[in-house]
């Protein structure tokens, strides 16, 4: 689970600051992003190590977001590089 939880006023704070910077993009797919379909996305997991570090998080459609698995260490297929310039 995320070091701010899923929940809470300081993840809602990054969530909100991780969409506006991708322009409500899927980073994955390119996916305008709406409603409960925006979801924030780590690159590296939780679980393997991964933080909650504006580098760390991209926008994500919920269906790119939930295939990718703690198991990856990190997911690059697919990828947009385009997130990268808006850091």
Do not use: Y
Request: aromatic share 6%; net charge negative; charged share 25%.
């Amino acid at each position: 689970m995320s070091q701010h939880s899923s929940h809470g006023p300081e993840w809602d704070r990054l969530r909100a600051q991780v969409l506006a910077r991708d322009n409500w993009q899927c980073a994955w797919c390119g996916k305008h992003l709406e409603g409960a379909d925006a979801t924030v996305d780590h690159l590296i997991a939780k679980a393997n190590g991964g933080t909650d570090e504006l580098t760390n998080l991209i926008a994500s459609c919920r269906s790119d977001n939930s295939s990718k698995g703690a198991q990856e260490l990190v997911r690059m297929s697919g990828f947009n590089p385009k997130w990268l310039d808006r850091l």
